[in-house]
Nanobody, 122 residues
Framework: QVQLVESGGGLVQPGGPLRLSCAAS????????MGWYRQISGKQRELVAA???????NYADSVKGRFTISGDYVKNMVYLQMNSLKPEDTAVYYC????????????????WGQGTQVTVSS
């Protein structure tokens, strides 16, 4: 019903920048939140950053001051600018969105992208 496609992952050296993009497509829904999660090898998936449709943001403590999330809820796009990357940032990064299925149902449905690999070498 809702498709999320991530792009921009790759291999970077410590200290380098990388920008991730996510495009959402679908009909008969309204986005409430878009964001980025990551799964580091051997660990559970964790929140990196999220942005609501009214512009409120939330960041993991480990990325504050280094990562910036931005969204375009007209184009249904979300971005993650990552600076000063560290080896411990190496993970699969997943795009997330929470949506209303229709305008009369208050339940929020979750959708996830396939993920994009970010590898920070040392």
């Amino acid at each position: 019903q809702v498709q999320l496609v991530e792009s921009g992952g790759g291999l970077v050296q410590p200290g380098g920048p990388l920008r991730l993009s996510c495009a959402a497509s679908g009909t008969f829904f309204r986005i409430t939140t878009m964001g980025w999660y990551r799964q580091i090898s051997g660990k559970q998936r964790e929140l990196v950053a999220a942005i609501t449709s009214d512009g409120r943001t939330n960041y993991a403590d480990s990325v504050k001051g280094r990562f910036t999330i931005s969204g375009d809820y007209v184009k249904n796009m979300v971005y993650l600018q990552m600076n000063s990357l560290k080896p411990e940032d190496t993970a699969v990064y997943y795009c997330y969105t929470g949506v209303y299925a229709d305008y009369t149902n208050p339940r929020v449905y979750d959708y996830w992208g396939q993920g994009t690999q970010v590898t920070v070498s040392s």
